[in-house]
């Protein structure tokens, strides 16, 4: 439950937390963002380190919400960075399609992510990219936008057509941010760790404002995990009420 005034610590957040999920449906996919970050805001130091910022409870909980999708995305900056299995590993339960926005084709076949494992596996890339994959890698080409990327609402409804109905968007932080300053995501479940970087890289980059008014307020509940991080549940589909 909610942490409040005398509450105890909860081991793990409870079910209804995965509730919303089952809302998603293939022509209207439910779409989960997911974000690890330190209590000052950051996922990383300047020089890139972050294993582990968080502790082993939220990772539980990554895996916990990749065992209750049907796909899990990340950009290709964290694909090249991290070389990531993106499989359940840590909870019961089946691991979800594995699907890498690359743009400009620059993951290479031998990235962990593509190895065949009987999941389903999925590239996301502007029209006219052509670079090498292994067998049984499925390649989706999507309009690019000015910017030379892709919109998030595009990806949504092109992985609806191919049957996704609950996408989890884990990272990077850029990837996490465009998808929610496009209004793609139905949640954000934010992880914060109780320690103090000081400096390095941000979580959200969103773009700037000039008052507090146009701030994103989504309804959120807080959850205190077992090693003292804390689980914030934003419903981005709703907002709080504002003001003192």
């Avoid at 090498?132 to 989706?140: K, Q, T, Y």
Wanted: hydrophobic share 45%; glycine share 12%.
């Amino acid at each position: 439950m909610p942490q409040g005034d005398g509450a105890a610590p909860a081991c793990a957040p409870p079910e209804a937390v995965f509730a919303p999920f089952a809302a998603g449906r293939p022509d209207a996919p439910f779409v989960v963002g997911q974000l690890g970050q330190s209590l000052d805001g950051r996922i990383a130091t300047v020089t890139g380190h972050s294993k582990y910022i968080n502790g082993t409870a939220a990772l539980d909980h990554l895996h916990a919400i990749r065992a209750r999708v049907d796909a899990v995305l990340v950009g290709v900056g964290t694909a090249l960075a991290d070389d990531p299995l993106l499989t359940v590993r840590r909870v019961p339960g089946r691991s979800p399609a594995r699907i890498v926005l690359d743009p400009g084709g620059r993951l290479p076949a031998a990235a962990a992510v593509w190895r065949a494992d009987g999941a389903r596996r999925i590239v996301l890339r502007r029209g006219g990219v052509e670079a090498p994959l292994p067998d049984g890698v499925e390649a989706v080409a999507l309009p690019a936008d000015d910017a030379g990327g892709v919109d998030p609402r595009t990806i949504v409804a092109a992985l609806g057509r191919l049957g996704i109905a609950r996408l989890l968007v884990e990272g990077g932080a850029d990837t996490v941010s465009r998808f929610l300053a496009a209004g793609a995501l139905d949640r954000l479940h934010v992880l914060v760790s109780p320690m103090l970087i000081g400096s390095g890289r941000p979580g959200l980059t969103l773009a700037p404002i000039d008052t507090v008014g146009e701030a994103l307020r989504p309804r959120a509940r807080a959850y205190l995990l077992a090693d003292g991080d804390v689980l914030f549940d934003c419903d981005l589909r709703s907002e709080a009420a504002g003001g003192a």
